[in-house]
């Protein structure tokens, strides 16, 4: 009794290990609100299948909305693919998602997603949600994915590596949220820097925002993704976070096919006044849903581990 009580703690913390790595990998998604109404699922479903198309035809961003306010079924959808991706594999990630999305989220009025599909590693987003979202700002709630490898294994100098990776960030921010274009998809960067400290890898940092907003709006949303990120998993190898209006990520290796053409470059040089050190706060927002879709996923893997531990 005993032996296999430890041995089932054992594997479920392996489990739990490998899960996270698989959430990790899966990026943000996120199903809320209060059950919708059998109305509010059908317009859903309708504005749902033709999204995928009416994305490609518009240049990689649609939102549309469909039924009527007095009724509670009015719903809201907007959808966009990264920029430089071809039409096909986006609307490939956007059919994904939306199943995706259908299957887990059946009956909750609202979610977003900023997720990639696996057979070409694109990504592209998804929101719907029963209030008008069209140009406005939307902070919360967030998701947050970090690696869960630590940085320090392969760096010595934190301070050093702190100041490159902040005006790393700051350099993707300023250059994600500066719309140059009147493109759909003009709140977008993607960079790849080499650290003095990282030999073998660079670090490989995305930013997007839903074009909808305006670029104060834009930064300020990427802003609040950063500091979520260092205020919680400051130490760890990279990260995503995951709001409504926007996405951020950073890695020690290139993903979702986003750096295929981005040319490499040097860690901005530090300051030249001394340099003060980054403030980090532990504890976790109140308003964090970062938890929610971990514990969906584990709570049934944990129970088809008792069965099958109990097979042997
Ligand atoms: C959206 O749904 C929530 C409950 O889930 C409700 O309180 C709110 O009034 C609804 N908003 C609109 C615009 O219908
Ligand atoms: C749902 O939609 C139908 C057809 O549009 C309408 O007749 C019905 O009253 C709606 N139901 C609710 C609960 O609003
Ligand atoms: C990279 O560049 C090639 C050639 O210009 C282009 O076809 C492709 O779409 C680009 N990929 C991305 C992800 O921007
Ligand atoms: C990362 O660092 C934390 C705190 O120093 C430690 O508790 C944790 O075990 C480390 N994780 C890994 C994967 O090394
Ligand atoms: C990054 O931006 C923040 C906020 O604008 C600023 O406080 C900080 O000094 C910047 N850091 C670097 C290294 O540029
Ligand atoms: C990111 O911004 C920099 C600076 O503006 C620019 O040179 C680079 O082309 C941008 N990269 C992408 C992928 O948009
Ligand atoms: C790109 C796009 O379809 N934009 C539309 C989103 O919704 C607003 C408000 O309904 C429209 O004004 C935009 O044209």
Redo the contacts with the bound molecule.
Sequence with gaps: MGKRCVMTTSLSLLLLLFLQTLNYVHASFLCYGDFS???YSRNRDNLLSSLPSNVINNGGFYNASLGSDS???RVHVSALCRRGYEDQACKACLEHVIQDTKEKCPHQKETFSWVTHEPNDVSCSLRYTNHSIFGKLELSPFTLNPNPNNISSIIKNMALFSQEWTATVNRTLEAASTAETSSVLKYYNATRTEFTEISDTDVYALMQCTPDLSPSDCKRCLRECVTEFQKQYWGRQGGGVGRPSCYFRWDLFPFYKAFDNVTRVLAPPPPTQASSTATLHCGRDKNGFGGRNIAIIVVPAIINLFIFVGLI
């Design positions: 109404t059998a109305n009724g509670n079924s």
